[in-house]
């Protein structure tokens, strides 16, 4: 068995966790503990307070006593928003507190774009622009070129987890760029693990979604590869143990 501990701020899109448990297969476990998100704003102070190491060590200990193989902060916005040192920094404290291997949603974006070769890519965010331009800075400071970014002004995670399939593939759409060689959804409040396979089909190229690299982060973190079709291209990689 090999068990994934997360860090999820606050209740909005974390449905995504256990239906990508269920398409992961019998011997891989997602466990879920959400922490105390504060003021619930895509506003650099708001997330910077956010992902503080006050707020992530109270969730750290559960995760332990689950039996967690590896953590990650499951959130974009609260890890890029220290910048690249900020949340190299940020992982390293969380590592230390829970004795476990660890890391963030917005390394995990990065991680996945080199997985799958994309060194080009398009970021399609329900975030206001400032926060969503950060993120592109993130990317770049990582070696991952941005092609362009679409905002979608969207301030708090609540608004962004009651977004449908619809208005997830509109995004994707108006984000894709024709040098781009995936597309990025970043935002764990967006549910979007329902809908990759028809992301990918519409766009015809890898699509890469908040949730989605976070659990395959984990898995990264564990030492595990999971062939799941219907989680996108990312979960298509050799080598794979077949579920």
């Known amino acids: 068995m090999t068990a994934l501990g997360f860090l999820y701020p606050g209740h909005s899109g974390e449905d995504d966790y256990p239906r990508i448990e269920q398409l992961l297969g019998s011997d891989i476990r997602v466990d879920l503990v959400h922490t105390d998100i504060g003021e619930d704003a895509h506003r650099e102070d708001a997330l910077l307070e956010m992902g503080s190491p006050r707020r992530l060590a109270a969730g750290v200990e559960e995760l332990r006593l689950s039996g967690a193989d590896a953590v990650v902060w499951a959130c974009t916005s609260g890890s890029f928003v220290h910048g690249w040192e900020g949340a190299q920094e940020q992982v390293r404290a969380l590592a230390r507190s829970a004795g476990l291997p660890a890391s963030s949603t917005s390394f995990a974006f990065v991680h996945a774009a080199k997985e799958i070769g994309a060194r080009r890519v398009a970021v399609g965010a329900t975030y206001p622009d400032d926060v969503a331009r950060l993120f592109a800075d993130f990317l770049g400071a990582a070696g991952v070129e941005v092609t362009g970014v679409v905002s979608s002004g969207i301030v708090t995670a609540a608004e962004a987890g009651t977004w449908t399939e619809a208005e997830v593939?509109?995004?994707a759409r108006s984000a894709?760029?024709?040098?781009?060689?995936?597309?990025?959804?970043?935002?764990t409040a967006l549910h979007t693990v329902a809908h990759i396979p028809a992301l990918e089909k519409e766009l015809g190229k890898p699509v890469l979604t908040a949730n989605q690299v976070t659990v395959w982060e984990g898995l990264r973190l564990a030492d595990r590869r999971v062939n799941a079709p219907e989680l996108g291209a990312l979960f298509t990689r050799e080598p794979v143990v077949q579920v």
């Open 169 to 171: 593939l509109a995004l």
């Open 176 to 187: 894709d760029h024709p040098d781009a060689e995936a597309v990025l959804l970043p935002g």
